[in-house]
Nanobody
Framework: QVQLVESGGGLVQPGGSLRLSCAAS????????MGWYRQAPGKERELVAK???????NYADSVKGRFTISGDNAKKTVYLQMNSLKPEDTAVYYC????????????WGQGTLVTVSS
């Protein structure tokens, strides 16, 4: 069984920063792709940032220049550095990975809440 465990969420003031972490465990031969999604109250889940299998990064327009996605292959961990946070960034953030076991497998984290408020 493969699991993703997220951490790093919390309450932060506008203009502040947080770093989210997502660590994979289980029988993983390699990571094919990874990304972060979020769901705000009353809204659909949306893509925040991703690293596709090709390796280039993509960001939602609303977070470009403020968020950075990165990974540590040795630790099987993906990060989301969030700077200049705004109240509209408030959401539950979910990590997603496609990993290679004997076959490819899509795995989601449990979600971590980020609240941006004065």
């Amino acid at each position: 069984q493969v699991q993703l465990v997220e951490s790093g969420g919390g309450l932060v003031q506008p203009g502040g920063s947080l770093r989210l972490s997502c660590a994979a465990s289980g029988r993983i031969f390699s990571i094919n792709s990874m990304g972060w999604y979020r769901q705000a109250p009353g809204k659909e889940r949306e893509l925040v940032a991703k690293i596709p299998s090709g390796g280039s990064t993509n960001y939602a327009d609303s977070v470009k220049g403020r968020f950075t996605i990165s990974g540590d292959n040795a630790k099987k961990t993906v990060y989301l550095q969030m700077n200049s946070l705004k109240p509209e960034d408030t959401a539950v953030y979910y990590c997603r990975m496609v990993v290679l076991t004997p076959s490819y497998l899509e795995v989601w984290g449990q979600g971590t809440l980020v609240t941006v408020s004065s």
